[in-house]
């Protein structure tokens, strides 16, 4: 039963261009949404999060937009450095939980951004 | 650096020997988190611990798999009687007392098994 769902395996865009990365859940409890960007043979790195309470959450280049009605989330990430390129996971939990860190995570998806 | 320290990054184990893998939290962190990524899948979470106490073991197998966070010292996942199934990269993560509801993790390197 996956909960959390990147269907996208990889993305490729160009340096400069906008990256949209899409994830879907299904449990209706998350109420905390966080993306994690990984580098090959490297641990995920905290990257941007949003709490089901907003719709969008902006840090620099990265924003974050929440449809809770489509059970949808994305990352868009502009304009797309060559530096960006790394697997990328959408994580999901449920805040009320007395464990905060059971994160569930979705497959990743591979983003590559030619210079 | 006072990051997550995980040891040994790599380690190759015949089937049925044991493997031992270690965590170090960040300064200051208390609670410590196993993950598991299978080869072309997301992270799977396995146990929260703080100091002496196992939290959440909700997602470690029934048999063979065991983890403690003693007063003194790292975390240590134990894996008995290893199988093939078991070759992944295995994520530790830490987290401070209060970290709320963000849930935002702090993760090692990994430790990547082997299973031969």
């Known amino acids: 039963d996956q909960q959390v769902k990147q269907n996208s395996p990889s993305l490729s865009v160009q340096e400069g261009r906008i990256s949209i990365l899409n994830c879907d859940y299904t449990?209706?409890?998350?109420?905390?949404f966080l993306w994690y960007k990984k580098y090959p043979a490297e641990g995920p790195t905290f990257l941007i999060s949003?709490?089901?309470?907003?719709d969008k959450n902006e840090d620099g280049r990265f924003t974050v937009f929440l449809n809770k009605s489509a059970k949808h989330l994305s990352l868009h990430i502009v304009p797309s450095q060559p530096g960006d390129s790394a697997v990328y996971f959408c994580?999901?939990?449920?805040?009320?939980?007395?464990?905060?860190?059971?994160?569930?995570f979705g497959q990743g998806t591979t983003l590559q951004v030619k210079p | 650096n006072a990051g997550v320290m995980q040891n040994p990054r790599h380690l190759v184990r015949r089937r049925g020997q044991e493997a031992r893998l270690r965590c170090s939290p960040m300064?200051?962190?208390?609670?410590v988190y196993w993950y598991r990524q299978l080869p072309e899948e997301g992270l799977k979470f396995m146990v929260y611990?703080?100091?002496?106490?196992?939290?959440?073991e909700s997602g470690m197998p029934k048999e063979r798999f065991s983890a403690e966070f003693p007063k003194e010292g790292p975390s240590i996942l134990r894996i008995q009687q290893v199988v093939r199934g078991d070759s992944a990269a295995y994520f530790c993560?830490?987290?401070?007392?209060?970290?709320?509801?963000?849930?935002?993790?702090?993760f090692g390197e990994g430790s990547r098994l082997t299973v031969l």
């Open positions: 300064k200051g962190h208390s609670h």
């Open positions: 611990l703080q100091k002496e106490n196992i939290i959440d």
């Open positions: 449990n209706s409890m998350f109420d905390y």
């Open positions: 993560a830490s987290s401070p007392p209060a970290s709320g509801i963000t849930g935002e993790l702090f």
């Open positions: 949003i709490s089901s309470i907003k």
């Open positions: 994580a999901a939990s449920d805040s009320r939980s007395s464990n905060t860190g059971k994160l569930i």
